[in-house]
T-cell receptor
């Protein structure tokens, strides 16, 4: 069964460092998302991406965050200068059609020290 | 305040008992999804409901979408230890783009043998 894959599964970084989280969405999907879940809190929307541009972003997704689809398969989330409060589980998700269902990856745990 | 309120937050029952989890809001949703999330993993989609009053069954799980599309319930019949997990409801507001999910905080279900 097709699935969304994410790497790394866990990354530990120092505050102020740049981090790139990678995702390979399901191959024929067109819409891509990043969500995050701070430990003990609910899953929150960060950004949606379609047709090589951001469709929508939340207040959390400030100038420190960026997304890119550098080739036909990868979808990345970059945090330019990490803060302690960026520590969270980051989930990539994708969907096929306009009203298709969202499929989530297993997540990348980011720990900022 | 949470957009989607899930209740109860925690539910512990014996194998064979029935349980119901509720997801309530004052907002109207285009669709509502139920996910199950295991520790350290991404949410896994169980069902999507889109029509007011809709009822969907998935083996021993019954999902209902309220007539006004503001609330939903998940009912598990004859619960088994394998049903243990965090159940999340997530909805797309009618004013939001499809794929921008608002998540509830989740209901932790524990089924003991």
């Amino acid at each position: 069964e097709p699935e969304v894959t994410q790497t790394p599964s866990h990354q530990v970084t120092q505050m102020g460092q740049e981090v790139i989280l990678r995702c390979v969405p399901i191959s024929n999907h067109l819409y891509f998302y990043w969500y995050r879940q701070i430990l003990g809190q609910k899953v929150e929307f960060l950004v949606s991406f379609y047709n090589n541009e951001i469709s929508e972003k939340s207040e959390i997704f400030d100038d420190q965050f960026s997304v890119e689809r550098p080739d036909g398969s990868n979808f990345t989330l970059k945090i330019r200068s990490t803060k302690l409060e960026d520590s969270a589980m980051y989930f990539c998700a994708s969907r096929g059609g306009i009203t298709g269902e969202l499929f989530f990856g297993e997540g990348s745990r980011l720990t900022v020290l | 305040t949470q957009l989607l309120e899930q209740s109860p937050q925690f539910l512990s029952i014996q194998e064979g008992e029935n349980l119901t989890v509720y997801c309530n809001s004052s907002s109207v949703f285009s669709s509502l999804q139920w996910y199950r999330q295991e520790p350290g993993e991404g949410p896994v989609l169980l069902v999507t409901v889109v029509t007011g009053g809709e009822v969907k069954k998935l083996k021993r799980l019954t999902f209902q979408f309220g007539d006004a599309r503001k609330d939903s319930s998940l009912h598990i019949t004859a619960a088994q230890p394998g049903d243990t997990g965090l159940y999340l409801c997530a909805g797309v507001k009618t004013t939001d783009s499809w794929g921008k999910l608002q998540f509830g905080a989740g209901t932790q279900v524990v089924v003991t043998p």
